[in-house]
């Protein structure tokens, strides 16, 4: 899933100055999971900004819904009426969503309320680890099932590094060493002979960006 | 003319090899001070690169400048800053300027200095730095476009004899002597009993090794260094010899425990030499071999 | 999610000194805080009538949202009662309602209103003069912090 976290406050009632009438779009996909864009986040949101305008003497419309994905067309058909009401939108989703929404209605501002951080999943409670960077040439059967590209700060493809320090990474004591995990698993594995194995420099065009990806 | 750092190593004689850091800037009188007092007591001087991701001037000028004056350069290379056409076209200048030696390194990752919101390139990493010199050797680059020129080079990397855990540091070690690696700087050792048994499995290789020195000023620095760098390993004897001097004399002991270790490594010919890291201290390194009997 | 009635918050009544009365919504947990009020009552302790007292199977139920409702509505003050640390009947409800209490902290403290008009409470259900004091001191508090800026907006 996307994991993205809500932009602070005051950066969300600075972006919104000037406008008078205002959709809250949340998602109830991948933000709505990492409780940062969803149908409560988005009640939240809009009632925190309503009093904040109040407390400034204001008195602005603030609308609120969610859809069940913004990065779909056809979930974005909903909210055809809401969007003729309004002279801004507020948007919870992903970069992907906000895209999303401008692309499918141009002619209003689509503003992102959150800052989209990476592909992930959670891996207990309030915390959500990033685990793919989406290079398009996995090599997870070499590696135990564990990312290098994503999980080594550096990216190394035959790691670890000297900054590997009992089994975390140099740059972050909270973060484990990639390639140690993926030492220790393969050894579980008894499939050490992988550990060695050169791999040769990656092919940073594996996608070429922007990418596009089609079925025939 | 110094000698060639690659036939240096192959005599037997016992190596010595130190390290400049260049300044952040243009300013390079310290650096020529010390490259002019250093030259002719080591075999070979290092210049670090853009060192723990702080920006200086780079080890290819120094290396230059280490040549003009008729030393022995050790250039460094990390891949935290170039992609593989900036690495490769470096090379190509860096021989052209007379330089042989290149120490092959991933380089240290960006949070660490003072550019912290900079990207951190790592298109390759020290392996794979390492077969490009050898592919370039061949006399291709690494996309398989013929080479107008030949080049050729004396390729090392780091280890650290003390990582914990150490067998996949040791799993890493044996792929860089597979990619060419042909010499070893270490990172800084103390505890000459695990440096053994380091050795003991390094010795199966054929590549030459020298031990990494690291002056210590202080008892305070010892335990700042067993905290906070990643395979470094004081041993408490040491702390306690820093400790138990009066204020004021902790770097006359430092240079004591590191001339004392050089001459132990090398009267028990524990490895190939030693790579003496002053940071910062360069002045003190003469004085340190003059203990060392060297 | 569930909502607030919308008519939680009278229209403002001066008492004859022309004194700000507060109007404090009580979030108060069944088993714990809700019961003390209740032995309060019985034991006829004096607290003040500014105390609007909404009742909750747990003070884990509350969402940061019904905290903002309150506020929107006109509140001058919120406070959550909840069991003592350690002794939630439904476990960690008022832990969690704890952490949600700090986060709307934050969000009223940005929003201009302050983080000092909303607290936490734990209580048992036998203090009955706890209750009432808690009652007091968030009265007072929030006569001195003075009526929500955003009254009459």
Known sequence: MIVAKQKDLEVIVGMLQGYERILVLGCGTCTAICLTGGDREVGILASSLRLADKVSGKNRLLKEHTVERQCEWEFLDEINDQVKEVDAILSLGCGVGVQAISERFPDIPVLPGLDTLFMGMPQEESVWVERCSGCGNCILDKTAGICPVTRCTKGLLNGPCGGTNNGKCEVDPEKDCAWTLIYQRLEKQGKLELFDEYHPPRNFQAVVRPGRFTIK | MAESFRDVLNSGKFVITSEIGPPKGTNLEKTLHHIDLLKDKVDALNVTDNQSSVMRYPSLGGCILIKERGGEAILQMTCRDRNRLALQADILFAYTRGIRNILCLTGDSIPVGDHKEAKGVFDLESVQLIRMVRTMESGTDIGGNELNGAIEFYPGAIVTPEANPIEPQLHKFKKKVAAGAEFFQTQAVYDLGNFRNFMQYARQFNVKILAGIVLLVSARMAKFMNDNVPGIFVPQELIDELAGVEKGKGLQKGVEIAARMIRTIKDESICDGVHIMAIGKEEIVPEILAIAGL | ?153
């Open chain 3, 1 to 153: 999610m569930p909502q607030l009635p919308n008519n939680l918050i009278s229209t403002r009544e001066m008492t004859s000194e022309n004194q700000f009365e507060p109007e404090i919504i009580a979030f108060s947990c069944h088993y714990c805080a809700y019961a003390a009020a209740d032995l309060a009552g019985i034991m006829r302790l004096q607290y003040p009538t500014n105390i609007k007292l909404i009742k909750l199977p747990c003070s884990g139920t509350v969402d940061i949202l019904h905290i903002l409702n309150a506020f929107e509505q006109g509140a001058d003050g919120v406070f959550v009662a909840g069991c003592l640390r350690g002794g939630c009947h439904f476990v960690e409800g008022n832990n969690r309602a704890e952490r949600r209490i700090e986060r709307a902290k934050d969000i009223l403290d940005k929003v201009g209103l302050g983080k000092d008009r909303l607290e936490m409470f734990f209580m048992s259900s036998s203090e009955g003069p706890r209750f009432a004091e808690v009652a007091r001191e968030m009265t007072d508090r929030i006569r001195k912090l003075g009526p929500s800026p955003i009254r009459g907006v």
